[in-house]
């Protein structure tokens, strides 16, 4: 059995990579395919280095909004994906951190050029990193309390 985490930093890495290692190769591929086609039609590799160097306003305009959409739920998934190919031990809600993460991720794509917390705005990359952090911590809470009330019932 492979390491469930040595998957999720593969996914990290490059969504495709934690497939292809857990032998599911076509999925891999897929989503390697997916990841490109994302990549290149929503600007994500500019907008990234522009916000790394802080440049934020300029990050907001080369963002392709429409495909950019697209990225954090085929990000989060495929994650998701390939932790639970690689065998991981899975609790009933286990699900919920990740869905909610890539929820929130996207949600804070769509309000990227918009949002400012004190007159700073995040852009579309640091904007959506941080829904997606909210986004698993608010689904980690949620599975605990659905385990907490299911664990009740029985």
Same mark, same amino acid.
Request: hydrophobic share 55%; glycine share 10%.
């Given at each position: 059995?492979?390491? /469930?985490?040595?998957?999720?930093?593969?996914?990290?890495?490059?969504?495709?990579?934690?497939?292809?290692?857990?032998?599911?190769?076509?999925?891999?591929?897929?989503?390697?395919?997916?990841?490109?086609?994302?990549?290149?039609?929503?600007?994500?590799?500019?907008? $990234? &280095?522009?916000?790394? &160097?802080?440049?934020?306003?300029?990050?907001?305009?080369?963002?392709?909004?429409?495909?950019? &959409?697209?990225?954090?739920?085929?990000?989060?998934?495929? $994650?998701?994906?390939?932790?639970?190919?690689?065998?991981?031990?899975? /609790?009933?809600?286990?699900?919920?951190? /990740?869905?909610?993460?890539?929820?929130?991720?996207? %949600?804070?794509?769509?309000? /990227?050029?918009?949002?400012?917390?004190?007159?700073?705005?995040?852009?579309?990359?640091?904007?959506? %990193?941080?829904?997606?952090?909210?986004?698993?911590? $608010?689904?980690?809470? %949620?599975?605990?309390?659905?385990?907490?009330?299911?664990?009740?019932?029985?």
């Amino acid at each position: 059995m492979k390491s /469930s985490l040595e998957m999720v930093f593969w996914s990290i890495a490059f969504p495709g990579f934690g497939q292809i290692l857990n032998g599911r190769i076509v999925k891999g591929f897929v989503f390697l395919a997916l990841e490109f086609l994302i990549n290149v039609n929503s600007n994500i590799n500019q907008a $990234i &280095l522009l916000s790394f &160097l802080g440049d934020i306003r300029q990050a907001i305009e080369v963002a392709n909004y429409q495909w950019m &959409l697209f990225y954090p739920c085929v990000y989060v998934f495929a $994650i998701w994906d390939a932790y639970r190919d690689a065998g991981a031990v899975l /609790s009933r809600f286990s699900f919920l951190p /990740s869905v909610c993460s890539a929820y929130c991720g996207t %949600i804070g794509v769509i309000f /990227s050029p918009v949002f400012t917390f004190f007159t700073v705005t995040f852009g579309p990359i640091w904007l959506g %990193i941080l829904g997606m952090l909210i986004g698993a911590v $608010i689904g980690f809470l %949620i599975k605990q309390m659905l385990t907490v009330a299911s664990s009740g019932r029985q």
